[in-house]
């Protein structure tokens, strides 16, 4: 079936610095992707949508300047957390999914800690 | 625009009981439905899915009947294991992208 892999599973970095987040589709072309944010016992908020090629549509409240996503190829998307704050700390997953008719696959997530 | 609500958790179970997880939608159009687990510190996995009315999605022993005039998908496992504590998201799909309900924590305790 559809794989998504997504590095790192966690990382922990220093305020101010910036983090990159990849999102992978290991055996099919993903025109498609999506970011999602997942606060403690919360629900997934969606982020953004990508598509590959295009700029990435962000959901309204999003900062653009602050979560840069990049969709540069039919397998790969990047989230680049930048000047994190501690308030960014959060788990962080990617799905993707290779036409609009088609499932949603979903990466196993990316913890992130701003100290 | 599109919403899913579920029902608030944590449901608390014994090992072999029923379960039930009530899911309703609201959505412009037929949407498909999925239902996704998400076990501690993991990414969502699809569990089962059904794409039009009165299909029965199932998979390791759970079950979901995409019910259009109640709106519904309530998810259900005839004995659920200590294994199947995990946070169960309900999501509906337009043609553009999911939506999820809050999820809800089960807790099956032996």
């Known amino acids: 079936g559809a794989v998504v892999s997504q590095h790192p599973s966690w990382v922990i970095c220093k305020s101010g610095t910036s983090v990159k987040i990849e999102c992978r589709s290991l055996?099919?072309?993903?025109?498609?992707m999506f970011w999602y944010r997942q606060f403690p016992k919360k629900s997934l908020m969606l982020m953004a949508t990508s598509n590959e090629g295009s700029k990435a549509t962000y959901e309204q409240g999003v900062e653009k300047d602050k979560f840069l996503i990049n969709h540069a190829s039919l397998t790969l998307s990047t989230l680049t957390v930048t000047s994190a704050h501690p308030e960014d700390s959060s788990f962080y997953i990617c799905s993707a999914r290779e036409g609009p008719t088609d499932g949603y696959t979903f990466g196993s997530g990316t913890r992130l800690t701003v100290v | 625009g599109d919403s899913v609500t579920q029902m608030e958790g944590p449901v608390t179970l014994s090992e072999e009981a029923f379960l039930t997880i009530n899911c309703t939608y609201t959505?412009?159009?037929?949407?498909?439905l999925f239902w996704y687990v998400q076990y501690p510190g993991e990414g969502l996995q699809l569990l089962l899915k059904a794409t039009k009315a009165d299909d029965k999605g199932s998979n390791k022993g759970f079950e979901a009947t995409y019910r259009k005039e109640t709106t519904s998908f309530h998810l259900e496992k005839g004995s659920v294991q200590v294994s199947d504590s995990a946070v169960y998201f309900c999501?509906?799909?337009?043609?553009?992208?999911?939506?999820f309900g809050k999820g809800t924590m089960l807790l099956v305790s032996p």
């Open positions: 055996d099919f072309q993903a025109t498609t």
């Open positions: 999501a509906s799909s337009g043609y553009s992208t999911l939506t």
């Open positions: 959505a412009t159009g037929y949407p498909s």
